[in-house]
């Protein structure tokens, strides 16, 4: 990384949809659907006639987002990542082309993050989530014993045949850091598909946006995790994917320690260096990735990943509280 491109300042982050008023047409109308899909408030916003096809458009696209959570839920019976995981050591399971694409995008930012994002991560999830509900935390020993079942080297792809395996027993594979993404990239992209240029697909704050609101960009605000009353800054978007990661949204406080969800694949624990990633992109899908993949890599090595990445930009903010960004974000991004 340049560091004389960083700037850095004391904040916090993460990220909604601030709404700006524009300009009404006699005919286009700023048009909201809201749901709760794949665990989190989903919000489509579309700017188009009020009339039957748009309200159709905005079914289909939240039909679309529920298809992809049915295949990749570990937690839905039947699903394929459910059967993958079932069959771990067993068996070779044929899947959806839909989750081919994912777990392909998913082991290269593997290894673009020398393992930092591992989609095998189920055994360690699995063992950290029993401990959220027991009120402690793992021992080392549980820890290490969860890690030996942790390496996406393990995952078999065959493109041509669309089938998976998890070569051991026991292996799981967990999707939430990418899933999400792919979702929306569908719902966006099955609007896109019937004509609708101007949209924004939000889900809890990852998204992806089209064309602009009435005439203005479609705007995101940067919100201080430690105060949610308080914003970072503003970022205006078109034809681009906003992801962010940090460790304020899922958490709990052990002896004064703040034990989150996102889990570094190395050491079995928390990831330690950042409060909060944004990411910057084309596609939502491997934005998400991203964004977990820089969290666990801390503000130093993560912000050196984005730099050797084409059209990709990012805002960190590290453990005592300062924001860094990358080269090109500077541009982008407007500070309160």
Known sequence: M???????LSCGLAILLSVFAGCQSRDREVLKRTQ????????????AENNKASAEALRGAFQEMRRVEAL???????????????????????????LISVIKVALETSHLSDGR?????????RLWEKCWKENRVPSQEEVVGA????????LEVDGEKNTLFLRREGMQLVLGGIAKGYAVDQAYRFLRDRGFTDLIVNAGGDLRAAGSKLGLPWVVGIQNPRD??????????TDAAVATSGDYERYYMKDGVRYHHILDPLTGFPARGCRGVTVLGDELMRTDALATAVFVLGPEKGLA??????????????????????SGMEDRIGLD
Not at 228 to 237: A, I, R
Request: zero cysteines; charged letters at 25%.
């Open 2 to 8: 340049r560091p004389s491109l960083m700037k850095i």
């Open 36 to 47: 709760f899909v794949m665990g989190t408030l989903v919000e489509i916003t579309l700017v």
């Open 72 to 98: 990749m839920s570990r937690r839905i019976e039947g699903s394929d990542v459910s059967r993958v995981n079932e069959y771990a050591g067993k068996k070779v399971m044929a899947v959806s082309n839909d």
């Open 117 to 125: 994002f591992d989609v095998t991560v189920g055994s360690l999830v």
């Open 147 to 154: 890690l030996q079942l942790v390496d996406y080297h393990d």
């Open 228 to 237: 949610k009353t308080k914003m970072v800054g503003t970022l205006e978007v």
């Open 305 to 326: 990943l984005v730099e050797k990445l084409p059209q990709t930009e990012a805002l960190i903010i590290d453990e005592k509280g300062r924001t860094l960004l990358s």
